[in-house]
């Protein structure tokens, strides 16, 4: 069991949950401010690894819905955490063991964290997707088998909802629905599982990652004087060694931000401003940052990651947050191997996002530098 | 306590609700079958008057949800009844003790009826409306404060939701999207209350007119060279004595009908084919009959029931039913008195649908005949 001791540990996990999120997930710093004031009240939250976690624990995700961009300007209301705990209980008729990010890209990495703290409840260092996605239905819990409800959901106006549903899918369109009726983040408890789920079916670690990649962003920024290359070294130090990869460099020539179907839609046109020759690189989004081809070739694909990092300073960059004329670089980081197997691209590949091509691993596109 | 004991009666039942409906509500053919069927197995619906149910008693609205297109197509299962009724009976924490219909206009007449029989449950001859209306907070159950949920919410594939707000506003809101979401009509459980709120609150013998006018209907279809003229005439003699008025007879000459935003939009006119001048009805229609305007006048408007019947038959006609070329008559029927109230207008006057004048009486628009 570890705990989260300093604002510097929490500002290290935000920053690397966007980094996680590939673009999408929202941006943590509301997250970030709740678990904050719940340090300085003396609140820490306990870390616990999946072995460590009892095989017959009662284990919840909880976890925002909404668009992002409401997510971030919402205030999260304590009270309304608590009621959230409660409720969840209440339904699932027993006490709740330890909580799991849902998703620990972006602003779903610390809603887990805020409430473990406020209850002393432990949050695994786990979660179920290793990244950020724009269903709830895109975990590996759902992968797995798993039943996403029953889901109790709540606002900051006193309204709950209990969804129950015979399928994942459906799952998902009824709670997007509800969150669009209320008009503003929703905050929900999803997938009930045992300890034994957890550790059979969470992508292990991220929790640990996100802030191991905080840090190495802020070690980078302070003793690298090429920040982006300090990140790409400290990635490949990683225990886990996941391929890594710097996809380009350059400026935002376009960008093209549409909100349809309750999704953020965009696409980034990037050109490289130096080195001879003229090259371009165009990202398509879907709330998260779904392909990048390099002068016409695929070189990443979801579900592996694409990270658009802020050139100077290596701050990793949401979908919202691009603007045209930004200097930017664009890292591809493969995902869990887990998400690379066929039942999970089944459920979290490129069709799934409706693009005409099939995954392929971010090392195979781009060979060499391992 | 009555109990609907024919065929007859339920038929007779169900063209009421079509005429109570206003054009809205849904044609109740599924329900009237799903009825037969209970009839047929020996289960009769028991009606019990306001006057004779308990204080204490606890008392549901049970009710379709979604558009009317969908709630003819879609056929109803028993298990699911069933389903609806336990699962609310374990929300609410005690039996139901009576079913009463949420609006007593079109095919929400007959589910109350139908699980009713099925469960020897007896269903209140009131309603929450006294006629259909595209909004689940405008009954009279909202306008005198009661709330709409705690809500349960199910559908034929084994989805549940259970919905509770602050506010019948966000109910309506919530309870619409779960329905789209679930792609189909849900039917789900409303307005909680005691027998003495019920006795309060609801528009008491709207079942018994319901049976009633589709016994006028049938008789003056008999009896009555002009089956429209006997309708009114035996309007005129029910208890109530609420004014009614002949507003058209005539061919409609255009028809318009859009589904926007989960409502049936449209636009009816109607030219008339006799009587030496030309002279024109125009009616406009969100799901129900709204405003009737007879050559540029207003003759009839929302709460106040306006009633398209064929010409010949005198069959109610429900606003997806109206086509080029039929001959029909339109008749003004006065709503019950509680929904000409300010605080009922505020609910559910012609304001709240968009239309930019204020309510005025039938009897004050076309002054004489009672």
């Not at 980094?19 to 997250?31: I, K």
């Not at 009240?41 to 624990?57: M, Y």
């Not at 989004?285 to 300073?313: F, H, K, M, W």
Request: glycine content about 10%; overall charge negative.
């Amino acid at each position: 069991m570890k705990s989260i001791d300093s604002i510097q540990d929490i500002q290290d996990t935000a920053r690397g949950a966007v980094f996680l999120g590939a673009g999408g997930g929202g941006d943590p710093y509301v997250g970030e401010l709740f678990l904050r004031s719940q340090l300085s009240a003396g609140h820490h939250p306990r870390i616990e690894s999946l072995e460590d976690i009892a095989d017959d624990a009662f284990v919840i995700s909880v976890a925002g819905v909404g668009a992002p961009t409401v997510l971030v300007e919402h205030l999260v209301s304590a009270p309304t955490f608590v009621r959230l705990l409660e409720e969840s209980e209440q339904v699932y008729g027993r006490r709740v063991d330890a909580l799991v990010s849902a998703e620990i890209g972006g602003a779903n990495c610390m809603f887990p964290l805020a409430l473990g703290a406020m209850r002393g409840l432990p949050v695994l260092d786990a979660d179920g997707i290793g990244r950020a996605v724009p269903h709830l239905d895109m975990t590996t819990f759902n992968i797995y088998g798993c039943l996403a409800t029953p889901s109790v959901l709540v606002d900051d106006s006193g309204n709950t909802v209990i969804v129950r549903t015979t399928s994942n899918r459906t799952a998902e369109h009824v709670i997007r629905n509800v969150a669009s009726a209320l008009g503003a983040t929703i905050y929900g408890s999803f997938y009930p599982m045992t300890g034994r789920q957890a550790k059979q079916f969470a992508v292990a670690g991220t929790l640990s990652l996100a802030l191991e990649i905080g840090r190495i962003i802020r070690s980078a920024r302070e003793h690298s004087a090429d920040p982006v290359r300090g990140l790409l070294a400290g990635l490949r130090k990683l225990p886990d060694r996941r391929p890594c990869r710097l996809l380009f460099e350059g400026k935002i020539a376009d960008v093209l931000h549409e909100t349809r179907d309750g999704w953020h839609f965009g696409r980034a046109v990037l050109e490289s401003t130096h080195s001879g020759r003229r090259s371009e690189l165009i990202i398509e989004i879907q709330n998260e940052y779904l392909v990048a081809r390099r002068d016409g070739r695929t070189v990443a694909i979801v579900p592996d990651l694409i990270c658009v990092l802020d050139r100077e300073s290596a701050e990793p960059l949401t979908a919202e947050m691009l603007r045209y004329g930004q200097r930017v670089a664009v890292v591809g980081y493969a995902a869990p191997s887990v998400l690379r197997r066929p039942e999970s691209l089944a459920v979290v590949g490129p069709r799934l996002f409706g693009l005409k091509e099939d995954f392929a691993a971010l090392e195979a596109l781009i060979p060499g530098e391992e």
